[in-house]
């Protein structure tokens, strides 16, 4: 049988998580410093990645957060934005597990297979089949955000929601939470590129998760610059009211620099 497209996401995910968790006990026991156990992770789970996508799609273009930006990929119908090791610094401080391996093809601007690998808790998500959609929790929307630094959106939310602000590490770990029911709301702002969310967008939508970019605009993939900056991935029901909240935060914002502009 051949292989599908989203078997081979998994597939890839799974293997560099296994990488990455033998790679990580080793160098653990020969006394490594975090620098040099992030540094070889990401450099050793770049290199499986695009080994195992090369031999199952010689064709196809790959763009991973540790290598070149091949410029023939604007041009191609398939390209692989993977991200080998997102969340490095968690990886590099064990014994935390909120890091994870991002797969993703992108096919017309679009994520249409993926798969995001938790290895340190072996948990494995991907498009097909889709994570079953979480069940709703009692109580104030939880609304996930980085350990250290909740962005300006993730606090829009939560303070517009009456919601309690979780944090956790990487990206990857964080849009999981969502789609595992652990967390209703991921909102971003301040800075990401499009290997940091477009394989945990594939497996949210495929979860039937909202997402979008903060103004409600569709996400775009495979674009001529990398940086995608801000992203909404939260529970159906919620996406109105947060996009509402999001937007009149932008309003205020661009009236702010139009005052001090001018």
């Not at 797969?103 to 089949?129: F, K, M, N, W």
């Not at 955000?145 to 939560?158: F, G, K």
């Not at 029911?181 to 477009?198: I, L, M, P, R, T």
């Not at 103004?215 to 939260?234: A, H, K, M, R, W």
Request: glycine residues 8%; proline residues 7%.
């Amino acid at each position: 049988m051949t292989e599908t497209d989203h078997q081979l996401a998994l597939r890839v995910a799974n293997a560099t998580g296994e990488l990455l968790m033998k790679l990580r006990r080793e160098l653990l026991e020969a006394g490594t410093s975090s620098w040099e156990l992030e540094a070889e992770g990401d450099s050793q789970a770049h290199d499986l990645i695009i080994g195992l996508l090369h031999d199952a799609r010689p064709d196809d273009i790959v763009l991973s957060e540790e290598g070149r930006d091949d410029r023939r990929r604007l041009e191609a119908p398939r390209v692989w934005i993977v991200d080998p090791l997102d969340g490095s610094n968690e990886y590099g401080s064990p014994p935390r597990s909120d890091w994870a391996v991002h797969i993703a093809l992108v096919e017309r601007g679009q994520p249409t297979a993926g798969a995001v690998a938790l290895p340190a808790l072996d948990v494995s998500l991907g498009t097909d089949p889709p994570p079953e959609h979480p069940a709703t929790v009692p109580g104030p929307p939880r609304v996930i955000a980085s350990r250290w630094h909740p962005s300006a959106a993730a606090q829009v939310v939560a303070s517009g929601l009456n919601g309690k602000l979780l944090g956790l590490g990487s990206a990857g770990a964080k849009a999981m939470a969502v789609v595992l029911g652990e967390a209703d709301v991921y909102a971003h702002s301040g800075g990401q590129y499009e290997w940091d969310n477009c394989a945990p967008v594939a497996v949210a939508r495929a979860a039937g998760l909202h997402t979008s970019r903060i103004d409600g605009t569709e996400l775009v993939y495979n674009s001529e610059t990398t940086y995608l900056p801000d992203f909404l991935i939260c529970r159906p029901e919620l996406a109105d009211r947060c996009l509402e909240l999001l937007g009149d935060a932008l309003q205020r914002s661009r009236s702010y620099r139009y005052r001090h502009d001018y």
